[in-house]
């Protein structure tokens, strides 16, 4: 049984670019945007308040927020993981967040300097900050499947760390496989045991990385289980700096695709986005790891 409607959660200005060495011209971020809105996406993750020590790429979230043309109906979530972020997005007029946990205690370290229960202290008083500020806030769980450094994932804990953030006041969960390690049957079995735990299909996303290929796959099994938000990555952009075996994010084309093929509506324009991409990876200079940007715009 697969979703009418799929929301496509896009990630690529900030999980895509947010790993490239050089840094990329806000001017050129913002025509991005502008671009990624234009081919009908409606959930456009701007950037981060991060530190700028640690994501250099980013370190120009103000001035982005700051001249950004924001549409109707178009939402523009950005990473906070601590409350001197928040106090950063909200100066810049943000509406929707998202902190990001970790399933693991090395990722937790190395991502967020903090350890495994750590993160949740840091995450708490962001929560009810932002919260109380009217403010929508995402969970993301990131190595839920695998770590490069502990190896293969406990459901259990990652379903533990998931429902801290939840009972925090995270409105939706966001399942990363920050390594992009899982398979289908792993998929099935961790929203499973969400569901066992109470957590509602509604409230859980899922985030692919396609280092093994197996991002659409995962997806697909994600649908079939009821999920019906996906993270993606324009021209399959992306990666995570503290993660060094993470290729590109899922591919909004590459999901697009076959969304269209199973009749899932979308609301994306996949002719205007493929060409968004390839203007994207002309700016990066080397093309799109997107297999169907490349079948489209070879
Ligand atoms: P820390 O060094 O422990 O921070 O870093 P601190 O609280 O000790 O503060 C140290 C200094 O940093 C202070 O300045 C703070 O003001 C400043 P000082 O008083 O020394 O002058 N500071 C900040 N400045 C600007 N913005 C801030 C901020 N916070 C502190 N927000 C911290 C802790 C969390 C800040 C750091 O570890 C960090 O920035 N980490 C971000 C890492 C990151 O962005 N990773 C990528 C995103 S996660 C991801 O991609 C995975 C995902 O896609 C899902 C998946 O794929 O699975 C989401
Ligand atoms: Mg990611």
């Not at 502008?34 to 980013?58: I, M, N, Y």
């Not at 970790?102 to 370290?109: C, D, H, I, L, M």
Request: hydrophobic share 45%; proline share 4%.
């Amino acid at each position: 049984e697969l979703p009418e409607r799929v929301r496509v959660w896009e990630v690529g200005a900030r999980d895509g670019l947010q790993n490239e060495q050089s840094v990329v011209d806000v001017g050129v971020k913002l025509e991005f945007l502008d671009r990624l809105a234009d081919a009908g996406l409606s959930t456009l993750e701007a950037t981060s308040f991060v530190h700028p020590k640690w994501v250099p790429q980013l370190a120009d979230a103000e001035e982005l927020l700051a001249r950004l043309s924001r549409r109707d109906g178009v939402r523009y979530p950005v990473l906070v993981p601590n409350e001197r972020g928040l106090d950063r997005a909200l100066a810049a007029g943000v509406q929707h967040i998202a902190i990001f946990g970790s399933a693991t205690e090395t990722f937790a370290q190395r991502n967020l300097n903090r350890t495994l229960d750590g993160q949740f202290a840091m995450f708490e008083p962001v929560v009810s900050r932002a919260r109380a500020e009217g403010l929508d806030v995402r969970g993301y769980v990131s190595m839920c499947f695998g770590d490069p450094w502990e190896g293969p994932v406990d459901a259990a804990q990652v379903i533990s760390v998931g429902k801290r953030l939840v009972d925090m006041g995270c409105s939706q969960l966001s399942l990363g496989d920050t390594i992009g390690v899982a398979t289908p049957g792993q998929v099935e079995a961790l929203l499973a045991g969400f569901v066992d735990a109470g957590v509602d299909l509604d409230a859980l996303a899922v985030h692919f990385h396609d280092t093994y290929g197996q991002a659409l796959s995962n997806t697909l099994a994600a649908l079939r289980a009821g999920v019906s938000t996906v993270d993606s990555s324009a021209g399959g952009l992306g990666g995570c700096p503290y993660a060094e075996s993470a290729t590109g994010n899922l591919a909004t084309e590459d999901l697009v695709w076959m969304l269209d093929g199973l009749g899932v509506e979308h609301g994306v324009d996949l002719d205007k986005l493929a060409d968004t991409s390839a203007w994207m990876a002309q700016r990066l200079g080397r093309p799109s790891p997107s297999r169907v940007v490349r079948a489209l715009r070879g």
